[in-house]
Nanobody, 121 residues
Framework: QVQLVESGGGLVQAGGSLRLSCAAS????????MGWYRQAPGKQREMVAH???????NYVDSVKGRFTIFRDNTKNTVSLQMNSLKPEDTAVYYC???????????????WGQGTQVTVSS
């Protein structure tokens, strides 16, 4: 069993910063890709930032230049540094990891419980 636990959400004014963190634990053999997704009320979940095991990153256009994703493979963590936050960044943010667990042999996607980020204008 694999668990993803997020932390770091909250309320911030526009222009402020927050850092989200996610720690994976359990019967993990190795983790492939990791990422952050978000879902605003009435909208579909969207990929915000994605990072491969080798450190290649990808961002949705709306956060490029403001958000940075990074990971620590030794600790099985992924973080999202969010700067210059805007009201439209308000959403529930979810951590995702593609994990080879236990004896394998397949990778599966796991999700955190979500953390609320609210940006006031």
């Amino acid at each position: 069993q694999v668990q993803l636990v997020e932390s770091g959400g909250g309320l911030v004014q526009a222009g402020g910063s927050l850092r989200l963190s996610c720690a994976a634990s359990g019967s993990i053999f190795t983790i492939n890709d990791m990422g952050w997704y978000r879902q605003a009320p009435g909208k579909q979940r969207e990929m915000v930032a994605h990072i491969t095991s080798g450190g290649i990153v990808n961002y949705v256009d709306s956060v490029k230049g403001r958000f940075t994703i990074f990971r620590d493979n030794t600790k099985n963590t992924v973080s999202l540094q969010m700067n210059s936050l805007k009201p439209e960044d308000t959403a529930v943010y979810y951590c995702n990891a593609n994990v080879l667990a236990g004896a394998g042999p397949y990778y599966y996607d796991y999700w955190g419980q979500g953390t609320q980020v609210t940006v006031s204008s």
